[in-house]
Nanobody, 123 residues
Framework: QVQLVESGGGLVQAGGSLRLSCTAS????????MAWYRQAPGKQRELVAS???????NYADSVKGRFTISLDNAKNTAYLQMNTLKPEDTAVYYC?????????????????RGQGTQVIVSS
């Protein structure tokens, strides 16, 4: 009843930038928070950044100062601006959300996850 779709991944050289988008659709009443995770080959999934509906943010130490998460509540879309990319940022990036239902077709809170978007940073 709520779907998340990521976009914006791709291949970029070290030092470059990408902006990822994650758009929620469905029976949405509002967004409580959104987060970006990533998983590199052979590694565990890790939290990259999160943001609440009030704009409070949290970042992994490895991306502080380089990545910025933002949330456009009107568009139900979260963004991850990634600057000064490094080869170690290569991973599949997923967004997760804590989303309130619209109270009619969907009651309560759901925790959807997107399908992921690949980011490859070449050295």
């Amino acid at each position: 009843q709520v779907q998340l779709v990521e976009s914006g991944g791709g291949l970029v050289q070290a030092g470059g930038s990408l902006r990822l988008s994650c758009t929620a659709s469905g029976s949405i009443g509002g967004i409580n928070n959104m987060a970006w995770y990533r998983q590199a080959p052979g590694k565990q999934r890790e939290l990259v950044a999160s943001i609440t509906s009030r704009g409070s943010t949290n970042y992994a130490d490895s991306v502080k100062g380089r990545f910025t998460i933002s949330l456009d509540n009107a568009k139900n879309t979260a963004y991850l601006q990634m600057n000064t990319l490094k080869p170690e940022d290569t991973a599949v990036y997923y967004c997760n959300g804590e989303i309130r239902g619209d109270g009619r077709r969907l009651v309560g809170v759901v925790y959807p996850r997107g399908q992921g978007t690949q980011v490859i940073v070449s050295s």
